[in-house]
């Protein structure tokens, strides 16, 4: 079962959750398609609770306007074990590109994300893929699940990743410990403060999405850039004179 199977949300109060106000947070011309988010998680088991909690944010920001996609690492190969043109990695990194904003959801291992997070954002590349950067300028919201008791390593990690692509990371995040106690028989949240606090990280996501995805390139265009890109002309030019 996905989560658009059930879209329910029993632990909201309805007259609490608000609908996202895009006129608050936008200008003249804004665009006025659904914000389009990716989703990863990082476990293959069959009882993930990274998977569950991903599931549970996407229906959360479904019911607060987004067009979702949940990514499934099942079948992505280690970095560099294959070639880029892998079938899931082309899937991975095309819908990165189709995205606007992201969500990543990790459990703790060994005090640190694991292994198939890390893998999926390795496969994101630096380097503009068809003249566009497969992650810049992209908001981003981070969660974790935890064994034991509350842990941030993996969203501290995974913080430092978001900035490293160029993402605007939001303030929020969610954390919760002992996961194996707030979900039930069929992988639902219970409902917690730690369930409230995914609500408010999947209402922020959107705001900060809705607030700079038309102005992304804007607040990523750098000097730096401006500057190398100028010398590259320059340099094309004076191979021709030669």
């Known amino acids: 079962m996905t989560w658009k199977d059930d879209l329910s949300l029993p632990n909201v109060q309805d007259d609490l959750l ?14 006025t398609h659904k914000p389009r988010v990716l989703m990863l998680y990082g476990s293959l088991r069959e009882r993930s609770y990274s998977r ?19 990514f499934d690492p099942q079948g992505l190969p280690m970095l560099d074990s294959e070639p880029a043109d892998h079938p899931k990695v082309q899937e991975l990194r095309e819908l ?59 969203v501290n990690q995974m913080r430092i990743l978001g900035r490293w692509m160029r993402m605007i990371t939001i303030p929020n995040q969610s954390s919760v410990p002992k996961a194996w106690l707030e979900f039930d028989d069929d992988g639902r949240m219970k409902p917690s403060s730690y369930y409230n606090r995914v609500v408010d990280v999947m209402e922020e996501l959107m705001k900060f999405t809705i607030l700079t995805r038309d102005r992304s390139a804007y607040l990523t265009d750098r000097y730096s850039e401006r500057v190398e890109s100028v010398e590259e002309v320059h340099k094309r030019v004076g191979l021709k004179n030669i």
């Open 18 to 31: 608000n609908a996202i106000d895009v006129d608050a947070l936008t200008g003249p011309n804004a665009s």
């Open 52 to 70: 569950f909690m991903t599931y549970e944010a996407a229906r959360l920001l479904h019911r607060f306007g987004a067009e979702v996609r949940v």
């Open 96 to 154: 990165s590109l189709w995205s606007e904003a992201q969500v990543w959801c990790s459990p703790e291992r060994h005090g640190a994300m694991t292994g198939i997070m890390k893998t999926q954002i390795d496969w994101l590349p630096l380097a503009p893929i068809g003249g566009i950067r497969p992650t810049q300028g992209r908001t981003l919201a981070v969660m974790q699940v935890n064994g034991g008791s509350q842990s941030f390593n993996a």
